[in-house]
Nanobody, 120 residues
Framework: QVQLVESGGGLVQPGGSLRLSCAASGSIFTIYAMGWYRQAPGKKRELVAGFTSGGSTNYVDSVKGRFTISRDNAKDTVYLQMKSLKPEDTAVYYC??????????????WGQGTQVTVSS
Protein backbone atom coordinates (compact mmCIF):
# COMPACT_ATOMS: atom_id res chain seq x y z
CA GLN A 1 0.00 0.00 0.00
CA VAL A 2 0.98 3.59 -0.63
CA GLN A 3 -0.18 6.42 1.59
CA LEU A 4 -0.20 10.08 0.61
CA VAL A 5 -0.20 12.90 3.13
CA GLU A 6 -0.88 16.40 1.92
CA SER A 7 -0.25 19.67 3.70
CA GLY A 8 0.00 23.38 3.08
CA GLY A 9 -3.51 24.45 2.24
CA GLY A 10 -5.28 27.35 3.87
CA LEU A 11 -6.84 30.76 3.46
CA VAL A 12 -4.90 33.39 1.53
CA GLN A 13 -5.70 36.79 0.08
CA PRO A 14 -5.73 37.35 -3.68
CA GLY A 15 -2.19 37.80 -4.91
CA GLY A 16 -0.80 35.68 -2.10
CA SER A 17 1.18 32.47 -2.17
CA LEU A 18 0.92 28.97 -0.78
CA ARG A 19 3.04 25.86 -1.05
CA LEU A 20 1.43 22.45 -1.02
CA SER A 21 3.32 19.28 -0.14
CA CYS A 22 2.45 15.65 -0.73
CA ALA A 23 4.57 12.95 0.83
CA ALA A 24 4.22 9.34 -0.28
CA SER A 25 5.05 6.53 2.10
CA GLY A 26 4.49 2.82 2.54
CA SER A 27 5.67 -0.15 0.54
CA ILE A 28 6.55 1.85 -2.54
CA PHE A 29 8.36 0.04 -5.31
CA THR A 30 8.30 2.53 -8.15
CA ILE A 31 6.70 5.95 -8.61
CA TYR A 32 5.94 6.67 -12.25
CA ALA A 33 4.10 9.97 -12.16
CA MET A 34 2.99 12.53 -9.58
CA GLY A 35 0.61 15.40 -9.89
CA TRP A 36 -1.83 17.82 -8.37
CA TYR A 37 -5.51 18.03 -9.18
CA ARG A 38 -8.20 20.34 -7.88
CA GLN A 39 -11.94 20.32 -7.59
CA ALA A 40 -14.03 23.41 -7.01
CA PRO A 41 -17.64 23.19 -5.84
CA GLY A 42 -19.91 22.12 -8.68
CA LYS A 43 -17.00 21.48 -11.04
CA LYS A 44 -15.15 18.42 -12.26
CA ARG A 45 -11.77 17.51 -10.88
CA GLU A 46 -9.03 18.84 -13.15
CA LEU A 47 -5.31 18.35 -13.51
CA VAL A 48 -3.46 21.43 -12.26
CA ALA A 49 0.15 20.34 -12.72
CA GLY A 50 1.95 17.07 -13.02
CA PHE A 51 5.08 15.11 -13.78
CA THR A 52 4.69 12.48 -16.45
CA SER A 53 6.40 9.11 -16.19
CA GLY A 54 9.04 10.51 -18.54
CA GLY A 55 9.80 13.34 -16.16
CA SER A 56 8.30 16.21 -18.13
CA THR A 57 5.87 18.65 -16.56
CA ASN A 58 2.51 19.92 -17.69
CA TYR A 59 0.20 22.61 -16.39
CA VAL A 60 -3.36 23.64 -16.99
CA ASP A 61 -3.36 26.91 -18.93
CA SER A 62 -4.97 28.90 -16.13
CA VAL A 63 -1.98 28.40 -13.79
CA LYS A 64 0.92 28.68 -16.21
CA GLY A 65 3.41 31.25 -15.01
CA ARG A 66 1.93 31.26 -11.51
CA PHE A 67 2.27 27.67 -10.23
CA THR A 68 5.37 25.51 -10.17
CA ILE A 69 5.47 21.80 -9.51
CA SER A 70 8.61 20.19 -8.14
CA ARG A 71 9.60 16.91 -6.55
CA ASP A 72 12.14 15.46 -4.17
CA ASN A 73 12.72 11.89 -5.28
CA ALA A 74 14.73 11.04 -2.19
CA LYS A 75 11.71 11.91 -0.05
CA ASP A 76 9.03 10.70 -2.48
CA THR A 77 7.47 14.13 -2.14
CA VAL A 78 5.88 16.44 -4.66
CA TYR A 79 5.31 20.14 -4.12
CA LEU A 80 3.11 22.77 -5.69
CA GLN A 81 4.26 26.35 -5.29
CA MET A 82 1.35 28.67 -5.99
CA LYS A 83 1.85 32.40 -6.49
CA SER A 84 -0.38 35.28 -7.54
CA LEU A 85 -3.37 33.31 -6.31
CA LYS A 86 -6.80 34.26 -7.58
CA PRO A 87 -10.26 33.61 -6.15
CA GLU A 88 -10.86 31.16 -9.00
CA ASP A 89 -8.03 29.01 -7.64
CA THR A 90 -10.22 28.20 -4.65
CA ALA A 91 -10.73 24.44 -4.54
CA VAL A 92 -9.79 21.26 -2.79
CA TYR A 93 -6.39 20.22 -4.06
CA TYR A 94 -5.56 16.54 -4.37
CA CYS A 95 -2.26 14.82 -4.88
CA UNK A 96 -2.16 11.79 -7.17
CA UNK A 97 0.65 9.29 -7.51
CA UNK A 98 0.94 6.59 -10.16
CA UNK A 99 2.97 3.85 -8.52
CA UNK A 100 3.55 0.19 -7.84
CA UNK A 101 3.97 -1.17 -4.37
CA UNK A 102 5.31 -4.46 -3.08
CA UNK A 103 1.75 -5.68 -2.61
CA UNK A 104 -0.14 -4.15 -5.52
CA UNK A 105 0.15 -3.73 -9.25
CA UNK A 106 0.58 -0.30 -10.75
CA UNK A 107 -2.30 2.03 -9.97
CA UNK A 108 -3.24 5.56 -8.97
CA UNK A 109 -3.23 6.64 -5.35
CA TRP A 110 -4.99 9.77 -4.13
CA GLY A 111 -4.39 12.01 -1.15
CA GLN A 112 -7.14 13.12 1.17
CA GLY A 113 -7.26 16.63 -0.25
CA THR A 114 -6.35 20.00 1.18
CA GLN A 115 -8.53 23.09 0.97
CA VAL A 116 -7.19 26.22 -0.67
CA THR A 117 -9.34 29.32 -0.29
CA VAL A 118 -8.41 32.59 -1.95
CA SER A 119 -10.47 35.42 -0.57
CA SER A 120 -10.13 38.91 0.80
Amino acid sequence: QVQLVESGGGLVQPGGSLRLSCAASGSIFTIYAMGWYRQAPGKKRELVAGFTSGGSTNYVDSVKGRFTISRDNAKDTVYLQMKSLKPEDTAVYYCKVDATSWSELRRDYWGQGTQVTVSS
